[in-house]
């Protein structure tokens, strides 16, 4: 059946009472549209069909068999039929389909009519739908049309001209000469659109930049003019005189004065005058001053200026609007590179702005704290992170660790403070945190922390432990500082006299470790309250263990357990089911610590030694590797040696990787209106005079996964070579964290958090050929920067291959989310061969790095040519790359 009128076809989807039914009513009305196309030659029956397309394809159905019948409605005599044809041509066409240079004759002939209702349909439509082939074939008509005696006629022809440099940025010298004379029309829309088309042009010529800069006292006039008008009713909008023309003209002002101290000298005043004459209280007030702030802080202003945009800025950030808080805190994040005592003074309204309902609020607001973050006001800002971090939002815990650990260790100005907040940080983000900054805390404790300090980090950490063991970093760290300061922790007591094991006294922490408790400790943490799973301003949920953990009013506990204790705690964190392979292995060597400082408690020793040949028998082989060993360790034959294996450890030395310039201010690096990534010294008094007031307030593969095979017909394709890529082991935690208890020193840690396999151990064994090539070799090569991800390629050679470059591949998590599903696929051309060695793994934490071998065989010494396809998955997208790199120098070959 057939509806024959729009109206009819409207009544009988309304009617519809599933989406069923209404998917089989637009079937039967498409297949009737389509087969009166065919059949009937009608212009009405054409033009009643095409509207009721334009209904359909409203509804979200696919409607591309009427492309063709709008062009011929588009060709015809009448307005009306015209009116439909442009308008489905508009809806259903885009600039990449071949079928739109059909409509370019029709476009050109509408613009020679006589009727400027059809010229105006012509304009319209060329805005929206040209391609670069139609701008081109219509430039002239539509130069021409800029000096057409209507303006409405004007205005359009403007708008066109809009288009047509997008799509051909070459043409844009011949628009700039007319821009003169379309912004001084005295029509609001032809200035509008002429405001429009300069600051267009702009972006692709000099001389249109330079005609702008001449222009600046005509876009100043104007504006002054609307500022001050009350009388125009038919432009204003919410008491505010035409603000779409204000928007356009305060754009011009800002692309024709950023980096010209003249021009800004031209426009300080008027940019004076928008900001304290218009009314912020609607939101097109909001709009116009939010413009005006964006210009003047993007501009070379005076000082003064630039503080009243700041404020602007602030009061936006204290309205209920959801819109213009966005606005203001991404805009704030990136003002406090140059700006940050004026915006320290809207700390508060910030700190707030963390526990709002809207979930894009809270990620802002987190972005803009830790921006706001200096040597004076570090503490403050921290603890509030902190009181919102078991609350966060689960992607954005990662990011939050990362810089809260930056943070800590940049601007903390005492060992004491530094060790308790980063123990707060393991107590309730320890999953989050990479192996870098772990390593970095546990030097901190080892070199620069005294005998004091020590003692309370171990007991602490004791205490912690006994709460919860669902954090990996705090089991790892807690679990090392319980073995190397065994005899600190354990200090007030006197070694028990001749005590039987199966009676142990009561442990003077709390309930919890006790015999019949042990599994207790072997859980995930304890179960969350339902009033506790919420946070305050309307968060995620509170994360997994942080049921156990601390307010931040509240002191770290402290336990002095005694020795039995001690052992009791270990051997339950290498039977916890929760603890990870890292953690496991660390405890293991602690108990060793441990047999080492309680030599004299033959008990104690005795429960070590049964905990080691329990776990020699282990499924794990690393486990069961150091359980052997250590098992063997504490045999008599060995009691020679054993007092100098397990004794303390060295301060370790280290070479510190510096944390990136805009680690807490990711946002700056995203702004394209900032030249300058560089946070500037916050001034004690700029401080003193904003602190008034302003403490803070109390995915899995789809079905396209590829397989072996098709990658391999793939790479195939790229260099008609079909390498061998190894398969990816799942990502395993950095095993260098895992041995800081099993040597004598500490292996530096790179950025990296993980280390290379067994096959890739030799790869950084470079050897110079010649004094090029040695400067070339083992020096980092930039292949790809994009979305957060970083790659890098070091090539190395080793003596006895020289025809074999080993090329380490370096991929470093520089964004706000992990990475995951990382694949990488290399071809060479068909003179190499290429192995490909598996990766060290496929998930990338926040500032962390994974690496990767490849093995290049040139026995050609021709030059190194990849090939590269790089899958991943970050912040919920996947992203799918082709590289090509030939950038190695010709001597490393």
Not at 24 to 43: D, G, L, M, P, W
Not at 266 to 295: F, K, P, W
Not at 401 to 427: G, K, N, P
Not at 524 to 549: E, F, K
Request: glycine residues 6%; charged residues 25%; contains cysteine.
């Amino acid at each position: 059946m057939s509806f024959f009128r729009l109206k009819d076809l409207i009544r009988a989807v309304r009617v519809c009472k599933t989406a069923a039914d209404e998917r089989n009513v637009i079937r039967r009305e498409s297949a009737a549209i389509r087969t009166s196309f065919r059949e009937v030659e009608s212009q009405d029956a054409r033009y009643i069909n095409v509207q009721k397309l334009l209904y359909i394809y409203l509804l979200g159905f696919p409607v591309q068999f009427g492309q063709l019948e709008c062009l011929k409605l588009a060709a015809s005599a009448r307005f009306s039929d015209k009116r439909v044809g442009y308008l489905g041509a508009t809806l259903l066409l885009d600039e990449r389909q071949d079928i739109l240079t059909l409509l370019t004759n029709s476009l050109k002939s509408d613009m020679h009519s006589s009727d400027d209702h059809i010229v105006g349909l012509a304009l319209s439509t060329l805005s929206c739908v040209a391609s670069s082939e139609v701008a081109s074939d219509l430039v002239d008509e539509v130069e021409r049309l800029l000096d057409a005696p209507r303006s409405y006629l004007r205005k359009k022809a403007a708008l066109a001209a809009v288009r047509i440099v997008r799509r051909e940025p070459e043409l844009a010298e011949t628009f700039v000469r007319r821009v003169k004379a379309l912004l001084g029309d005295r029509h609001p829309g032809v200035q509008l659109a002429a405001a429009t088309l300069l600051t267009e042009l702009c972006s692709f010529s000099q001389d249109a930049l330079e005609e702008a800069r001449r222009l600046v006292p005509t876009a100043v006039r104007q504006l002054q003019a609307l500022v001050v008008s009350t009388t125009s009713a038919e432009y204003s909008v919410g008491g505010i005189t035409d603000p779409f023309l204000q928007v356009a003209l305060l754009r011009l002002l800002r692309t024709a004065a950023r980096g010209s101290q003249a021009a800004t000298d031209d426009i300080n005043d008027v940019l004076t005058q928008v900001a304290t004459h218009t009314d912020g209280s609607r939101n097109v007030g909001m709009a116009v001053q939010y413009e005006c702030a964006m210009t003047v802080l993007a501009i070379p202003s005076e000082q003064a200026l630039r503080v009243l945009a700041i404020n602007l800025l602030g009061r936006l950030l204290a309205d209920s609007d959801d819109n213009a808080r966005y606005v203001a805190l991404a805009t704030l994040s990136a003002a406090v590179i140059t700006e940050a005592p004026a915006v320290q003074r809207h700390r508060a309204t910030v700190l707030r702005c963390m526990r709002d309902d809207d979930v894009s609020i809270r990620r802002r607001a987190v972005d803009l704290s830790f921006a706001l973050i200096g040597p004076d006001n570090v503490k403050p800002i921290v603890d509030e992170i902190l009181r919102v971090l078991p609350f966060a939002d689960a992607d954005l815990r990662p990011s939050i660790v990362y810089r809260l650990s930056a943070a800590i260790t940049l601007f903390a100005d005492s060992h004491e403070w530094h060790v308790e907040r980063m123990l707060r940080v393991l107590s309730m983000g320890g999953n989050h945190l990479n192996a870098r900054d772990l390593f970095k805390f546990v030097r901190l404790v080892a070199a620069d922390a005294d005998e004091s300090l020590q003692r309370r980090a171990a007991r602490t950490s004791f205490a912690l432990l006994e709460r919860d063991l669902s954090q990996d970093a705090m089991v790892v760290a807690g679990a090392w500082m319980v073995g190397e300061y065994a005899d600190l922790l354990v200090e007030s007591h006197t070694p028990p006299a001749a005590q039987s094991p199966a009676t142990p006294p009561p442990p003077t922490y709390g309930p919890g470790l006790d015999a019949e408790g042990l599994d207790i400790l072997g859980a995930l943490g304890s179960p969350v309250p339902a009033s506790a799973q919420t946070s305050p301003g309307g968060g995620d949920t509170q994360l997994p263990g942080a049921a156990a953990a601390l307010a931040l009013d509240e002191p770290l506990p402290e336990a002095v357990p005694e020795p039995a204790d001690v052992v009791r705690l270990l051997s339950a964190i290498v039977r916890s089911p929760a603890t990870s392979a890292t953690g496991k292995r660390v405890a293991l060597t602690a108990l060793a610590k441990a047999a080492g400082r309680f030599a004299d408690q033959p008990d104690v020793v005795a429960s070590i030694r049964a905990t080691y040949e329990r776990h020699a028998r282990a499924a794990d082989a690393e486990v069961q590797a150091r359980a052997a060993e250590f098992d063997r360790l504490l045999g008599r034959d060995l009691d020679a040696v054993r007092a100098a294996v397990v004794e303390r450890m060295p301060p370790p030395e280290y070479t510190d990787v510096p944390y990136e310039e805009y680690v807490l201010n990711p946002t700056a690096m995203r702004m394209k209106a900032l030249t300058v990534i560089r946070r500037p010294a916050i001034r004690p008094e700029d401080l003193a005079a904003a602190g008034v007031g302003s403490a803070p307030g109390a995915a899995a593969p789809g079905p396209g996964t590829q397989t072996k095979e098709s990658v391999a017909k793939f790479l195939v394709d790229l260099m008609e070579e079909a390498p061998a890529p190894a398969p990816a082991p799942p990502g395993k935690p950095a095993e260098s964290v895992a041995d800081l208890l099993g040597s004598m020193a500490l292996s530096p840690m790179s950025e990296s958090s993980s280390v290379l396999s067994p096959s890739a151990a030799g790869a950084g064994a470079a050897f110079p050929a010649n004094g090029a090539a040695a400067a070339d070799l083992d020096k980092e090569y930039e292949v790809y920067n994009k979305n957060g991800l970083r790659v890098a390629m070091t090539p190395s050679k080793k003596p006895q291959s020289p025809t074999v470059v080993d090329l380490l591949a370096a991929f470093h998590n520089m964004g706000e989310c992990a990475v995951s599903g990382l694949s990488f696929m290399v071809a060479v051309p068909k003179s190499q061969k290429i192995q490909i060695h598996p990766p060290s793994g496929q998930s990338i934490s926040v500032g962390a790095s994974v690496t990767q071998l490849l093995r290049v065989s040139n026995p050609t010494k021709s030059a190194l040519r990849l090939r590269m396809k790089l899958v991943y998955e970050s912040d919920g997208h996947k992203h799918e790359d082709m590289l090509d790199f030939a950038g190695f120098p010709s001597s490393i070959v």
